[in-house]
């Protein structure tokens, strides 16, 4: 299981040492497979599948989105200026509702990549939380879909963290090569056309004035 910068970069109060953490963590070369407590021993194998990137046409910015990330710094939202098709999925979540992408076109949709085991995931959760709050009113919907861990873990992370967006369950390798996320958190923002009009590789602060608006900006 990846280590988690919790661990590694306790909470200072000295803001030098806040920004030496990473803000992203790289995903292992395979899907885990749910194992009870959501602790698959998994080497930790690190690859760069650089195919990801290039065969998805979203590779500009992204070697630079990922060093600042791994440097500590907080991440920022990112235009992509092809604006990509975003991949259809269908998933669950974790009260059993089916959530097909396509079925928000026309609506600003937030697809934001996670695990139990990512520290900067956890840490960017209650602002994701909040700034849902603020626009979940204005057709915009927003989705975190869980990488690799089972419905228990799960449930078990959000004890402490409380949402109320869907909570996907089921994504995979598959799922995240197509979308060419190689670590986590990673996000996208998908336009009411169904395209990636923004990426943020790594946690932010999503309740900030300036990243709302580039959210609702998109709105029609």
């Not at 873990?153 to 402490?160: D, G, K, L, P, T």
């Not at 590789?201 to 900006?217: C, P, R, Y």
Request: a negative charge; one cysteine or more.
């Amino acid at each position: 299981m990846p280590t988690s910068n919790n661990t590694l970069c306790p909470r200072q109060n000295n803001a030098s040492s806040q920004n030496s953490c990473p803000r992203y963590m790289r995903l292992p070369a395979s899907s885990p497979r749910p194992f009870p407590g959501g602790h698959p021993p998994w080497p930790l194998v690190i690859t760069l599948l650089i195919g990801w990137v290039l065969t998805a046409g979203i590779a500009p910015g992204f070697a630079q989105e990922t060093k600042s990330a791994g440097q500590g710094k907080l991440q920022e939202i990112v235009a992509l200026p092809d604006k990509p098709a975003a991949p259809d999925f269908t998933l669950d979540d974790t009260a059993g509702n089916s959530h097909t992408l396509s079925d928000y076109r026309g609506k600003v949709v937030v697809v934001n990549f996670w695990a139990t085991w990512c520290a900067p995931c956890r840490k960017e959760m209650p602002s994701m939380q909040r700034a849902w709050e603020k626009m979940r009113s204005q057709d915009v919907i927003m989705l975190a879909v869980n990488w690799g861990d089972n419905a228990e873990s799960v449930a078990q992370f959000f004890e402490n963290i409380p949402v109320d967006f869907p909570i996907l369950l089921g994504g995979d390798q598959d799922m995240t090569r197509e979308w060419s996320v190689m670590g986590l958190p990673t996000t996208f923002v998908i336009d009411p056309e169904g395209r990636r009009a923004y990426r943020i590789v790594g946690d932010m602060e999503w309740d900030t004035a300036a990243v709302i608006g580039k959210i609702l900006a998109l709105s029609p």
